[in-house]
């Protein structure tokens, strides 16, 4: 199975419109991160925010913020007020597992969901 | 404060050459990973690496790829004997510490190899 689903391989969005990109993930440890992650056509992985899996509250980060719904085991980026320059493919990636098992340190990352937006 | 730094950034080997990338993590940081992403498709793990350690290559062929963070210098992934198939955006990303998976990597502008 998928560890990190990404159904939307493409979604457009007006400007000043707010988006949600959608991630749903799989995992049977208790502890987690999920991260997304930007990456313009220029090509660099710019980190966009950070939801841990006992994280109370949604994360927020300026326009950004983590719609987290654990049961669901969803965790969806929502941008508010899109900008032109918000145009690129957006990844959901996870981190799981302790860190003394040695190997909960990987990103799996999903195939990624390119956003255009438009005037 | 810089960020991940990597060099090249583009690359171009003939088949059956060897490639040398180099990664400089952020100052601070002392965990080092190297991911692989073929095109049009996302980041696939390879390795994490620690100063003089590797802590996990589960993501790395067995042949012709190897990885080092030694005590002074930057992290190197090499490839030898390149094929065609090695072509990808090779990105290392760091981290200040593997206490918790709250730590975010960081991620350099990756280097673009081509193999001709």
């Known amino acids: 199975a998928q560890k990190i689903t990404q159904t939307q391989p493409g979604m457009f969005v007006q400007e000043k419109e707010a988006v949600t990109l959608d991630c749903t993930y799989d995992?049977?440890?208790?502890?987690?991160?999920l991260f997304w992650y930007k990456q313009p056509s220029s090509g660099e992985m710019i980190f966009l925010i950070y939801?841990?899996?006992?994280?109370?509250q949604n994360a927020t980060e300026g326009r950004y913020s983590l719609n987290f719904q654990k049961a669901r085991k969803s965790a969806n980026l929502v941008i508010s007020a899109s900008q032109l320059g918000d145009s690129a493919m957006y990844f959901c990636?996870?981190?799981?597992?302790?860190?003394?098992?040695?190997?909960?340190?990987?990103?799996?990352f999903g195939t990624g969901t390119q956003l255009k937006v438009e005037l | 404060n810089a960020g991940v730094m990597q060099n090249p950034r583009h690359l171009v080997r003939r088949r059956g050459q060897e490639a040398r990338l180099r990664c400089s993590p952020m100052k601070g940081h002392s965990h080092v990973y190297w991911y692989r992403q073929l095109p049009e498709e996302g980041l696939k793990f390879m390795v994490y690496l620690q100063k003089e350690n590797i802590i996990d290559e589960s993501g790395m062929p067995k042949e012709r790829f190897s990885a080092e963070f030694p005590k002074e210098g930057p992290s190197i992934l090499r490839i030898q004997q390149v094929v065609r198939g090695d072509s990808a955006a090779y990105f290392c990303?760091?981290?200040?510490?593997?206490?918790?998976?709250?730590?975010?990597?960081?991620f350099g502008p990756g280097t673009r190899l081509t193999v001709l």
């Open positions: 990636a996870m981190r799981e597992g302790p860190v003394l098992t040695g190997g909960g340190n990987k990103l799996t």
């Open positions: 995992t049977s440890d208790p502890s987690y991160g």
């Open positions: 990303a760091s981290s200040p510490a593997a206490a918790g998976w709250t730590d975010t990597q960081y």
């Open positions: 939801q841990g899996s006992y994280d109370q």
